[in-house]
């Protein structure tokens, strides 16, 4: 690039520096002179009309309290209400429900300020407030990008409730039962105490499994048997133990079929499925322990084996002997 090219640009920024600092300056200056001499509303003509110092300032003080106060009485009675129902007809908890509310109410405080300015003829006020606002907006969403993340993923958590408080999640290599759910992050108890606070974007890009989003939740088991016990008492005896179990559900109907890797290296696989009611991580692993249990037992009654992993080893080996005789030394 050519030196002249390269003073060029230099003038340029030169003079697009004093330009923006220039804008900001006006854009405050606008602001000012906006609270200092609002338009004259109606409220004000009637206070000039009586002869009271500062018709302009005062009247846009009243008109602006009024708004406020006429618009949250409204809010209060209609809005607020009209929201609490649309949670209702979603099915939130009243847990689940409070953060949304002080959303709700939080957007809802800013309209109605936005009008009252709007009202108390500080129209001027809120293009200055908004250019600066866009300004802040900009540099605190860069600043805040994954706080501002993790929010927007805890709206679309109560919004979308793959899972509620109390139920057991599993995710990526964890597990364990939700006890809040925030608009920033998830806490979720382990199975061994531990608290995690979760971020909720995590939970929102990952693959979340919840066992207890549904009524019925099916177990599945694998059994061995030896090569040499009789299939099909075996798969009675599955059966029989899953129907006498007063916890485990007719309906669905418990089905015993055979493994994907059925004829493995020391068993032959069995697989059964069984359904419960109303599941969770207590009663998931009770009801296990104890169908495997009683199975278990049948099979050691009916002398059906569970073998465990073994390898057979063939070939010959001999011990050498060392046939070297060794002389004791004699000293002189």
Known sequence: MSQGSMNRIYLQFQQAEPNKTANSTETATQATEAVLNPQLGPVGKVLRDLGIPFPEALGALITFAGTVVGLYMIGQLIVLPFIDRVLDRRGLDQHAQRPLKRLSKGLLLLIIIAIAFGFAGYGNLLTSLATIGAAATLAIGFALQETIKNFVSGIFIYTDRPFRIGEWIEWSSYAGIVEDIGLRVTRVRTFDNELLPVPNSVLTSD??????????????????????????????????????????????????RMSEN???DSYVGLVSRIWISNPNRAKFLRIRSEYVSRVKARFDENEIDIPYPQRELSGEFSILEDREKIEPTQSD
């Open 262 to 264: 059925a004829l493995a």
């Open 207 to 256: 693959v979340i499994k919840n066992p207890m989003a549904k009524e019925q939740l099916r177990i599945t088991f694998e059994f061995g048997i030896g090569y040499e016990d009789d299939i099909q008492q075996a798969t009675d005896i599955l059966y029989q133990e899953a129907k006498n179990h007063s916890e485990i559900l007719d309906s669905p109907e418990p089905t015993i």
